[in-house]
């Protein structure tokens, strides 16, 4: 298909109809206020007004606390910040020991395996070299004057406790304070704050601990009110340690009227705290102080429980930017569509006598749409001299049209172009023409042997399609060709002039007076006179009796004819 440049130049645009109802406006406006206030309330209530930022953040902590325990295997032990906090576990994480089970004055030799861990011997063949560890060396020794077990190579004594104590060494570690140190930035904005506010000072800052309620940005916590904002019960929590989460949250507003940006924190556990559930529960892990004894090296083993907190910081600032606000508005604009779509469904699907009558669903849907379908399915339009109705039937037909089974049927009805043309007609002078006399026709002779099985009016003709194998009438009796009428309005040539001048009145009187002209014009006034206003999307189909009579009072040049037209209503009068 040929482009030019014109063709870019062309605007097109939505056809829109517009409906007067007073109940139908109510729902318009009802819907585009709900909308309306939808879009305000998201744009106030998530700031979609403005830019925004994620943090960036460093975390230092400070833990202070010191406890005395009575250890069996020590006797009186002072635990300072060193002995319990000074274990590193990673970044913004800080460790605080709460139970232990302490193995004193090892060094390396040789000693039993423990019972636990090692295999009960009677001889030394029952002793395997690195059977049962890779340090056996194939020799069973006794194990404290009761039994014997496997000797190895290892840090002697071999850790013998199993279990942790309970109730925890370090139960008194719940009243340890943490000092949490913050600093964050929004580079998009170049702000930068931390968790230590511009009107605390030394003074405050001795004195104060963090509780929700009475000082929720105090930044120094008690590890027991951390433990407890979590649900859980630090003694119980002690014995075999767990992973808790400190959450700090900035959610900050930077715009000058309505500047805002304070920490808020909340704690969780992070572990399974079920012991019968979860395989290795809680936390620990082994370090060893060394010494030298008379030159020999020594080592005191400790199995370390304790509770680890994670400091988990997430943020986000906003500042007022136009183009974020630019950006909402237009991308919401769409939701208007809602209103005409509830609106259509409303008018075409839902009935009730107080909203629309059916008649306003149908000239709605008549002029909102415009339907186009393919020429194979679009039903075809019959009419009879004998019935005052007209019938649809399916296009495609294995048989004759005249004995389809009809789709659906409807009263004739008349539109303004007939009237208008038999308004003509009555003002028009007779034509000259000797055929246009008020006659009975009669087929001629050498049709009555090939007369189709389906023609009712004795006129008819054979047609080459099912779709165009259709008479006049629906029962035997005269036909319509017979008629003054169809003489005066289908063939008389002043009429169909007459019609050709009024729908273009520069036309070419020697081109109006060409047979192709006034054969179709014929066939338009026919479908007019018969058939009224069709139905959108319907094919009119002429009865072959007419179709012939037309064309036998002007034929083609060539003798040639085009058959069921396409066109499914011709333009009124």
Not at 228 to 237: A, D, G, K, L, P
Not at 430 to 454: E, I, Y
Not at 463 to 468: A, C, K, Y
Not at 552 to 569: H, I, K, N, V
Request: net charge positive; with cysteine.
């Amino acid at each position: 298909m040929a482009c030019s440049l014109l063709d870019l130049c062309e605007y097109e645009t939505n056809k829109l109809v517009r409906i007067k109802s007073v109940k139908i406006g109510v729902l318009k406006w009802t819907c585009n206020g709900l909308i309306l206030a939808f879009i305000c309330i998201m744009l106030l209530w998530n700031k979609e007004y403005q830019e925004t930022d994620l943090v960036v953040s460093s975390v230092t902590v400070k833990v202070k606390g010191v406890a005395q325990t009575k250890v069996p295997e020590a006797g009186q032990v002072v635990w300072d910040v060193a002995d319990h906090s000074g274990l590193s576990q990673g970044k913004n994480s800080f460790f605080v020991m709460t139970n232990a089970i302490i193995t004193k004055n090892q060094k390396q030799g040789k000693c039993p395996e423990v019972q636990r861990s090692g295999k009960i011997c009677r001889t030394d063949k029952d002793c395997l070299e690195g059977y049962s560890d890779q340090q056996s060396h194939g020799v069973c020794v006794k194990y404290m004057n009761t039994y014997k077990t496997c000797e190895v190579v290892s840090w002697c004594p071999i850790e013998s406790k199993r279990k942790s104590p309970s109730p925890a060494l370090l139960e008194s570690a719940e009243n340890f304070t943490v000092l949490i140190k913050n600093n964050i930035r929004f580079p998009a904005f170049n702000y930068i704050k931390r968790n230590i506010l511009s009107y605390m000072n030394d003074t405050y800052l001795k004195s104060c601990t963090y509780n929700r309620r009475t000082d929720p940005f105090c930044p120094i916590f008690r590890l027991g009110d951390i433990v407890q904002e979590t649900r859980e019960n630090f003694s119980e929590m002690a014995v075999e340690g767990g992973v808790i989460g400190i959450q700090i949250n900035w959610d900050c507003n930077l715009d000058r009227f309505f500047h805002r940006c304070l920490p808020e924190y909340s704690f969780r556990r992070l572990d399974e705290k079920d012991s019968n559930k979860t395989l290795y529960p809680g936390l620990n892990f082994r370090f060893a102080r060394y010494y030298l004894v008379n030159g020999v090296e020594e080592r005191t083993l400790f199995k370390a429980y304790g509770i680890r907190f994670d400091v988990m910081v997430f943020g986000k600032a906003g500042k007022f930017n136009i183009i974020q606000l630019v950006i909402y508005i237009g991308s919401t604009l769409s939701y208007y569509a809602l209103t005409t779509i509830l609106i259509d469904w409303f008018i075409t699907t839902y009935f009730h006598p107080c909203c629309c009558s059916k008649g306003v669903k149908t000239k709605y849907s008549e002029k909102k749409y415009e339907s186009f379908e393919n020429e194979k399915r679009r039903p075809l339009c019959i009419s009879f001299v004998d019935a005052d109705t007209v019938m649809l039937v399916k296009h495609q037909l294995k048989k004759s049209i005249q004995e389809a089974k009809p789709l659906s049927v409807q009263l004739r009805k008349h539109g303004p172009g007939s009237m208008k043309a038999f308004m003509n007609l009555l003002q028009s002078p007779p034509s000259q023409n000797a055929d246009m006399g008020m006659r009975v026709l009669k087929p001629p002779k050498h049709h009555l042997k090939t007369l189709p099985a389906w023609c009712h009016c004795g006129c008819c003709l054979p047609m080459p399609t099912p779709q165009e194998q259709l008479c006049c009438r629906r029962h035997q009796g005269q036909c319509i060709t017979a008629s003054p009428l169809f003489s005066q309005l289908v063939l008389d040539r002043h009429v169909l002039n007459a019609v050709l001048l009024y729908r273009d009145p520069l036309r070419d009187p020697s081109e109006a007076n060409s047979n192709d002209r006034l054969r179709h014009c014929a066939y338009s006034l026919f479908i007019d006179w018969r058939f009224g206003e069709l139905q959108p999307g319907s094919l009119a189909v002429i009865s072959s009796c007419s179709v012939w009579k037309i064309r036998e009072q002007y034929p083609s040049g060539d003798g040639r004819y085009t058959g069921l037209c396409s066109q499914s209503a011709v333009p009124n009068l």
